[in-house]
């Protein structure tokens, strides 16, 4: 039988920085979250974030990021909003049927459209040796921020 208990969604903020909502049907869920730009104290040296912010050193209280930690239980027949850029971990502390929605709108617009450009200046910045001798560079770029992100610049502009 598989053990529910250790499945877990990894420490990560929902796409483009979206706004989220989640409403479990049936189980229950462990949430931890963190405001935007709280993320940075947990990169380690090469720039990652963790996988699993419910492991040492993560979970000291000395830790950098322990006062900014939110964790809410979420059980059936609730919905979480979880709002634009703030990572999250999530737990199935049981068997667990959800529903989840992202989306972006007047509000968070703008915050959508910087986390998307920015990408692509690091697409762009990735592949900058090549630019010289690549035609249609600017498309190739779009096409591995599309890859990278699930949206590019003209995708995100017909929406």
């Not at 990894?10 to 993320?39: C, M, Q, T």
């Not at 419910?54 to 979880?82: A, G, N, W």
């Not at 249609?136 to 995708?155: N, P």
Request: glycine share 4%.
């Amino acid at each position: 039988m598989h053990d529910v208990t250790c499945a877990l969604t990894p420490f990560h903020a929902d796409v483009l920085h979206s706004f989220s909502w989640s409403a479990n049907v049936v189980g229950k869920k462990r949430w931890i979250l963190y405001p935007p730009g709280k993320e940075e104290l947990m990169r380690d040296q090469l720039g990652n974030l963790p996988f699993d912010v419910t492991i040492e050193p993560y979970t000291l209280p000395t830790h950098p990021s322990y006062p900014h930690r939110v964790e809410v239980t979420q059980s059936s027949r609730e919905i979480i909003f979880v709002p634009s850029g703030w990572h999250h971990q999530v737990h199935n502390l049981e068997t667990t049927l959800s529903v989840n929605h992202n989306w972006f709108n007047g509000c968070n617009a703008e915050k959508c459209w910087n986390y998307l450009k920015y990408n692509l200046q690091l697409v762009e910045k990735e592949i900058s040796e090549f630019k010289d001798s690549m035609t249609d560079w600017e498309s190739h770029c779009q096409v591995l921020l599309r890859a990278h992100m699930g949206f590019h610049l003209k995708i995100l502009l017909k929406s």
